[in-house]
């Protein structure tokens, strides 16, 4: 009930006044099934402004640190998440991240729409990195179809590391949905899980114009050299 309180009353409405979202291909979500949302990863505005302009709920994944923080900003992030219906994944990978992907499929399997940043965490300098295998696995296990989508503008509303967002229209744009039903049966193939992984990819450089590098973004950000925050 918070998610449709927040998304109609509390927030929704000032947010559609203040940033009035510019939205191309929207009729790509389907109106109903499951639907896996793919999209490159910006900023912490894009898990507000997805929701925000897809009719259907959304349920996204998000690092556990967002329900973990101290003090009042702590305490506003995490209900606001909790509120969303967000999920809490542990990016330390192995059995906690796959709790995740198991709780999405379950969204898939009630028929809902699961969204998720392949790339695994935000971009640290605006392009778009090699994304990870989940989105692929998600995919070939539930057999929906993925939309590509693209966050063109939020890192300048919101930029890393920024409290207070900049004024601006933001714009996202969607692709058609993608069907890997060719590759049915055959989820555990890291060869397939790569190539489907790496077609999303692709439709998400093409759709959002953002380089593309081929590495994983969480790994530059682990480098000492890299100042940018996780």
């Keep these: 009930m918070l998610y449709w309180l927040l998304k109609y009353i509390i927030l929704g409405p ?25 999209s490159n990863h910006l900023s912490f505005s894009d898990s507000i402004f997805t929701p925000l302009i897809v009719k259907r709920k959304v349920t996204f994944i998000a690092k556990a640190e967002y329900f973990t923080g101290k003090g009042l900003k702590g305490w506003l ?3 606001f998440f909790v509120g969303s219906g967000t999920i809490p994944v542990d990016r330390s ?4 991240a796959r709790a995740a992907l198991d709780t999405q499929l379950r969204v898939l399997r009630a028929g809902g729409i699961a969204g998720i940043y392949p790339e695994g965490t935000r971009s640290p300098d605006g392009r778009l990195y090699r994304g990870k295998t989940g989105v692929a696995r998600l995919a070939l296990e539930s ?5 590509p989508m693209a966050m063109l503008n939020s890192d300048a509303i919101q930029p890393t590391g920024q ?17 890997f039903s060719r590759y ?16 999303i990819m692709y439709e998400l450089m093409e759709l ?16 000492p050299h890299h100042p940018i925050p996780a």
């Design 184 to 199: 049915a049966g055959l989820t555990g193939d890291r060869f397939v899980e790569r190539a489907v992984t790496d077609e």
């Design 77 to 79: 992030t995490r209900m």
């Design 14 to 38: 000032p947010l559609r006044l203040i940033f009035r979202p510019q939205v191309d291909g929207l009729e790509h979500v389907p109106e109903s099934g499951p639907v896996i949302l793919a």
């Design 143 to 147: 057999g929906a179809p993925v939309v």
């Design 208 to 223: 959002s114009g953002r380089e593309y590098v081929d590495t994983y973004a969480q790994k530059l950000k682990a480098t």
């Design 163 to 179: 409290i207070i967002p900049n004024l601006g229209r933001v714009r996202i744009r969607f692709g058609r949905p993608l069907d």
């Design 93 to 96: 990978g192995g059995r906690a």
